[in-house]
């Protein structure tokens, strides 16, 4: 059993206290199944029977976006960047620790990850980890 790191702040943050109840399970079950490289291998028909909800995958997307990825690849996986900002701190792709050493060899793998210069950058956009939707909303303003 993996044991994480979990954000007691979520329940002020905006974006998470603005999910109904079924969304916030949802979200809470995805982060605590995903690996330590914060991918979640789809299973909604166990998302439903854990959580006792009714999702369908196209709304979860939706309301989860730009916090879950599905992997191009692997249709059958998304990914959380977020996750990897708060589990091992926001440097996280300079990192010397062997836990982080190995998350970066499955994300290079999973193509997430792209290495110039002997740098590793993430291939996808997201957002920052401490920015909520209201923040950027600000920032454009």
Request: glycine share 2%; proline share 4%.
């Amino acid at each position: 059993m993996a044991k994480r790191f979990t954000d007691s702040n979520k329940w002020q943050d905006d974006w998470f206290s603005d999910l109904d109840t079924s969304n916030k399970l949802a979200w809470l079950y995805i982060l605590d199944n995903c690996d330590q490289a914060g991918i979640w291998k789809k299973n909604i028909k166990l998302l439903n029977f854990s959580t006792g909800c009714s999702f369908v995958e196209d709304d979860l997307l939706k309301t989860l976006q730009d916090r879950i990825y599905p992997l191009v690849e692997d249709k059958n996986k998304w990914f959380i960047p977020k996750f990897l900002v708060f589990q091992y701190g926001p440097d996280y792709l300079n990192s010397n620790n062997k836990v982080v050493i190995l998350v970066i060899k499955k994300l290079i793998e999973l193509k997430l990850v792209k290495q110039f210069n002997n740098k590793y950058t993430l291939s996808i956009p997201y957002p920052s980890s401490i920015d909520s939707l209201k923040d950027k909303e600000q920032v454009k303003e």
